[in-house]
């Protein structure tokens, strides 16, 4: 029976409890025990999906420091000999995980987007060279397998409570580093487009009509996202960004406007039930994805079909 840790991060606890099917695809098992770890979060989301939740407390341990984190889970690891290590590549999981398998004198996966096994052999997928290819790493040695896992690729599917048990660890190495917070700014408050089953995305074809798409998905009862080269023109926030550099989005309907459909932006697609595209190059490497492909302007697609929409709410 293996072990599986997993870091819980407050402010990302869905995709931390996401990654229980990372652990599931790796030990190819549903019988192995996984345990979250917390500095902080709230467990009600994670309590019944894992078998046991350890809750860190130390009164001076500065749950934002990545180095005093770092130095806890190392604790944590050598008291339990944990068999994987699973991070979700957040903001602060990128700068907790490089520095964790340091410590362990252990390899890191970065940025794991699928898990494969082939010839008994465990395959971590991830984006490489700017997104250009997928690279399969092979894990050898006798170390934990660590892997931090972009957000929003995987899903776990809670099929049947478990009693989890919760348990208090004090650490009793606790850094005292020169980090300090200054300041505590209120997150801002955006939608996820991640939660959302209709995106209406925009590419660089509707740079300069960019917000025709708010009217298309206000009709649709969806929500904007985009392509980075709206983005990059400072045109819509780096939050509504789908693609390898952004977000990871499995909506219903997914409407691509204007899209050219680069790697680096299919990447962020994943499990999509259906694609629309709508673009003046029917060639473009988007329309192969597509179920329905509309070869035309999209800014004149948006106006007949908010009409069309309109005219039928009325009828």
Known sequence: MRRCLIYLDEQALQDSVDLLEVARQIHASDDDVTTGVT?????RL????????IQVSHPQLKTYDPLAVTEVLVELQEKN????ILVPATPFGRMLAPRLAMRLKTGLVADVTAIRHEGGQLLAIRPAYSGRIMAAILFHGTGPVMMSIRPGVFHWD?????????????PTRVRDGNLRRLAVK???????????????SGGGGMIGHFQELERLAQSLGGQVS???????????????????????????????????GAVQHVEGLKQVQHIISV???????IC?????????????????LVAKINQEASD
Do not use: C, H, W
Request: glycine share 6%; hydrophobic share 40%.
């Open 81 to 84: 000999a944990f068999d994987t």
């Open 279 to 285: 673009n003046l190059n029917k060639n473009a490497p």
């Open 46 to 53: 994670a309590a019944g999906a894992f078998d046991s939740i």
């Open 186 to 200: 209120a997150k801002e408050q955006t939608y996820d487009i991640r939660e959302s089953d209709v995106l209406v």
């Open 288 to 304: 192969s994805l597509s179920d329905i492909v509309v070869e035309g302007d999209a800014v004149t697609f948006i106006d007949k």
């Open 226 to 260: 985009a392509s980075r080269k709206i983005v990059d023109q400072g045109l819509a926030s780096r939050s509504i960004q789908v693609g390898q550099s952004g977000k990871t989005v499995s909506p219903k309907l997914y409407l691509a406007l204007g899209i050219d």
């Open 39 to 43: 500095f902080g979060a709230d467990i």
């Open 158 to 170: 809670r099929t049947a409570e478990k009693n989890t048990q919760t348990e208090t660890f004090a």
